[in-house]
């Protein structure tokens, strides 16, 4: 069975500051993506980025970066320039590849930026 | 973009009593979707998946007899919590698997008294 660990329960940053967050999975599996979701206080989960464990480029979206180590097995998330509404519980999560979405789900890291 | 309207958002229910919470994808057919529960300060634990037109594979651990779903049309699933006592008290989410992705609905919170 594929496992996520977040080692990080909470981190803060400072309003425009960079925060890297940390995750490493297990699987053995070749054929799989990774994501980072976001769970703001109303509870929503957004999806911030995805990555296919296929393409070695990182993936970015805006300024949600990822560092996809794939022989690692470390996927971390960098926010730059962090803004207050990035504050939110972030989830890194996996799914294997094919046509199951079912998600296996990291313990979460808080994040708090300070004004 | 697609979504997933989960509907209620918060119920609060008597112990003993049976509790359905709602979970339509409104702009694609959804064939599979997803039922978590998430305890407070805690992840998204996976409790069922939910097959139009078939029985919901449920995870280990999980009471299918307690948590009964019923995925009738491609466009709705339900989750019942039967019988709910208050350890069932949580916050409820479905995902619908959607043309590329997952979407998640906006959750339940199941309050039982």
């Not at chain 1, 097995?73 to 999560?93: E, N, P, R, T, V």
């Not at chain 2, 998204?44 to 009738?72: C, P, R, W």
């Not at chain 2, 019942?80 to 959750?107: L, N």
């Amino acid at each position: 069975a594929q496992t996520v660990t977040q080692s990080q329960p909470e981190m803060s940053v400072q309003e425009a500051e960079t925060v890297t967050l940390s995750c490493t999975y297990d699987t053995s599996e070749s054929d799989y993506y990774l994501f980072w979701y976001k769970q703001p206080p109303s509870r929503q989960m957004i999806l911030v980025i995805r990555q296919e464990a296929y393409k070695q480029q990182n993936a970015t979206e805006n300024r949600f970066s990822v560092n996809f180590q794939k022989a690692a097995k470390s996927f971390s998330l960098k926010i730059s320039d962090s803004q207050l509404g990035d504050a939110a519980m972030y989830f890194c999560a996996y799914r294997s590849g094919g046509s199951n979405y079912k998600l296996t789900f990291g313990k979460g890291t808080l994040l708090t930026v300070n004004p | 973009g697609a979504v997933v309207s989960q509907h209620p958002s918060w119920v609060i229910c008597k112990s003993g009593t049976s509790v359905k919470i709602e979970c339509r994808s409104l702009d694609f057919q959804a064939t599979t979707m997803f039922w978590y529960r998430q305890f407070p300060k805690q992840s998204l634990m996976l409790m069922a998946t939910s097959n139009e037109g078939s029985k919901a594979t449920y995870e280990q651990g999980v009471e299918k007899d307690k948590f009964l779903i019923n995925h009738a049309s491609l466009t709705l699933s339900t989750l019942t919590v039967t019988s709910a006592h208050p350890e069932d008290s949580s916050f409820y989410i479905c995902s619908a698997k959607g043309p590329v992705k997952a979407f998640f609905g906006q959750g339940t919170r199941l309050t039982v008294v």
